[in-house]
């Protein structure tokens, strides 16, 4: 049995400012990068008002959209990238609560690397957002 193939990278990510939330909106990704079909378990949101900053996990979702509610009201610009989750969701549920409220994506990429879970490495852009 070959080993799996990352999924590809959420390439299309749509962020609307709406109030002082940003509204985030992406095409379901249903292949590896190799082209094979996949169905990802979920998808994980990253935020930053920084982007030299090691991105802050902000929430999971099964859906192919999300809704940061108030980011307005803490920073003025805000940068996003969402990946995609293969694997057991009680483990990401897990690794979160013991990482804490600053769970940073590259310590959630370090652990799954060990384990037999996957996050999509192709490595989405990082999308912009700028909140008037």
Same mark, same amino acid.
């Given at each position: ?22 509204? &985030? ?18 998808? &994980? ?46 483990? &990401? ?17 370090? &652990? ?21």
């Amino acid at each position: 049995m070959r080993e799996p193939y990352p999924a590809k990278a959420v390439d299309d990510l749509v962020i609307q400012a709406v109030g002082s939330d940003a509204h &985030l909106y992406w095409s379901p990704v249903t292949q590896d990068t190799m082209g094979q079909p996949l169905c990802p378990h979920v998808y &994980l949101i990253f935020f930053e008002d920084d982007l030299s900053e090691d991105p802050d996990f902000l929430a999971y979702t099964e859906d192919t959209s999300y809704v940061h509610y108030g980011v307005a009201q803490f920073s003025q610009q805000m940068f996003y990238q969402v990946d995609t989750y293969i694997g057991e969701v009680g483990l &990401l549920s897990s690794a979160v609560a013991e990482f804490g409220d600053h769970c940073k994506r590259s310590a959630l990429f370090r &652990l799954f690397a060990t384990k037999s879970h996957e996050i999509g490495r192709e490595g989405g852009e990082a999308r912009h957002i700028k909140i008037d």
